[in-house]
């Protein structure tokens, strides 16, 4: 059963009640998707033909570079989405793969069903689509981000890009990150022993502090 109620706090369904998001997405056939943990969402190179939301629990994109080494594209939360950009296209491929990190329930909606013309939910089509063109800004933002950090030329600059951008978004300089230290470093295309030890050097230095994913930016520089 689709939770209607739950729904209506996303980014996809802002100012919809769970009425006139029923309506809706009886009209596009939407149905729930289920994952178990470890289960693949989209592999690497496969095509997508529906837009995913994720209904519960969390995911990560990856994927390998020419060594095959794994890298962490992003994490997916409740709310967000899987291959949005994918999704909206006709002609590429899934450039990353998507696996569960816990079991995820999921809404799809197929995509040639987003831009069918719905004359009994006009305004409500009107009010979704102009937020799903939200999402599709935010998600190309997101990777804009992610690449200020791998063009950084030192750990530390890749660190401190990361850590700003995730203290100006939250408005805090003391906040936890979505990741463990293996993705960070994956995250950040970095060795990971490499990152502790700069971790500890900038913490020796007096720029973070932190314990785990949890941290605090000392230095008010970074921040400017």
């Known amino acids: 059963m689709i939770p209607y109620l739950a729904l209506s706090d996303t980014a996809l369904f802002t100012q919809l009640n769970p009425t006139e998001i029923e309506q809706l997405l009886t009209a596009m056939k939407a149905e729930i998707k289920y994952y178990q943990k470890d289960e693949m969402i989209v592999y690497e190179q496969n095509e997508v033909h529906e837009l995913g939301i994720i ?52 809404l799809s909606i197929p995509r040639e069903n987003l831009f069918t013309y719905y004359p009994e939910q006009a305004r409500v089509h009107q009010l979704f689509l102009s937020n799903l063109f939200d999402s599709v800004a935010e998600r190309a933002l997101e990777l804009h981000d992610r690449n200020d950090c791998l063009i950084m030329p030192t750990v530390r600059e890749k660190v401190l890009t990361l850590l700003s951008s995730i203290a100006k978004e939250k ?29 500890s050097a900038m913490q020796k230095d007096g720029i973070i502090t932190f314990h785990k994913n949890f941290f605090e930016i000392k230095s008010k520089t970074i921040l400017r």
């Open 55 to 106: 209904i519960s629990g969390t995911a990560i994109s990856s994927k390998l570079n020419i060594l095959g080494k794994e890298i962490i594209v992003t994490h997916h939360h409740s709310g967000g989405y899987s291959a949005l950009l994918t999704a909206l296209s006709i002609q590429r491929k899934c450039p990353m793969s998507i696996r569960a990190l816990e079991p995820l329930t999921m």
């Open 171 to 199: 408005q805090t300089t003391s906040f936890t990150i979505p990741f463990n230290r293996e993705e960070m470093a994956q995250y950040l295309d970095v060795d990971r022993s490499a990152l502790s030890r700069e971790l």
